[in-house]
């Protein structure tokens, strides 16, 4: 039989049952797409949720300890890890100006911690260099707080009998931090030492590139037992984005055998 004819008649077949064989051609087209969108969507996602747990703060170890946490713990984490170590304070605190009164947190910190967490201002700006190298009697304001307070920037309020000039809102944060700062007022760190006796409520390590996040905070744990005698909690964020992971591929697998179905049932 000719090649010709072999065209011919499978033309005659195809006519013969039009209405099957486009079912066919769109079963089989939808298939092909339906694979192409599942595998973009999964590349897509996966990226997603890789930007998402990054905004959590997974390239950190956050540490805490019932025994308390000084500057030489910090040292110390410096020193033996080899990486960076912000140091935190977070009080909660009654804030007035005239007759409002607001409940938060009074957050102290350094300045590399603070505009690491990429905040955005609703009005004012913050603090300049030389005021958190000099611990000046200023803070950056939380939204919810300045709204309680009716503050804006340059305004002054008080905490704890201690006077605050209020020099930026803040309206949100593109990197999320373990504190609500919508709810919190932010100060250089050694503003608040005397009143904690140097007491520190969380030390934040940076996980160097070469570390897993779990291994670092083994790490820091092991290395502050061992020479400082305190047992402490150090978490990362490793175990939730495993987690967020394994559910996406899952999600996927199943889009996939969708996906197949489409294809085998136009064959």
Not at 76 to 95: A, C, G
Not at 191 to 214: C, F, I, K, Y
Not at 221 to 233: D, F, I, P, Y
């Amino acid at each position: 039989m000719k090649r010709f004819e072999l065209w011919k008649l499978g033309l005659q077949n195809v006519l013969a049952a039009s209405l099957r064989s486009i079912l066919t051609v769109a079963g089989m087209a939808i298939g092909v797409a339906a694979v192409l969108a599942v595998i973009t969507l999964g590349d897509a996602g996966k990226a997603q949720v890789k930007s998402e747990i990054a905004r959590l703060g997974i390239d950190r170890v956050i540490i805490t300890g019932a025994d308390g946490l000084f500057d030489t713990d910090s040292a110390l984490l410096k020193k033996r890890l080899d990486t960076h170590v912000e140091e935190l304070i977070s009080l909660p605190s009654q804030f007035g100006s005239g007759r409002a009164v607001a409940q938060g947190v009074l957050v102290g910190c350094s300045q590399a911690f603070f505009e690491g967490t990429s905040p955005i201002y609703a009005a004012g700006s913050g603090l300049n260099a030389g005021e958190w190298i000099a611990s000046a009697p200023a803070a950056v304001i939380g939204s919810q707080i300045a709204s309680a307070l009716k503050l804006q920037p340059g305004e002054w309020f008080s905490v704890s009998g201690v006077m605050l000039c209020c020099k930026g809102i803040l309206d949100s944060c593109q990197t999320a931090a373990q504190i609500d700062l919508a709810n919190a007022v932010v100060v250089p760190l050694q503003l608040l030492l005397p009143l904690t006796n140097g007491e520190l409520q969380q030390l934040s390590v940076r996980v160097p590139q070469t570390t897993a996040p779990d291994e670092a905070a083994r790490q820091a744990s092991e290395t502050l037992l061992k020479h400082s005698g305190k047992t402490v909690q150090a978490i990362s964020m490793q175990t939730q984005a495993d987690a967020a992971n394994a559910v996406l591929n899952v999600f996927v697998d199943v889009l996939k055998w969708v996906a197949f179905i489409c294809i085998l049932v136009g064959g």
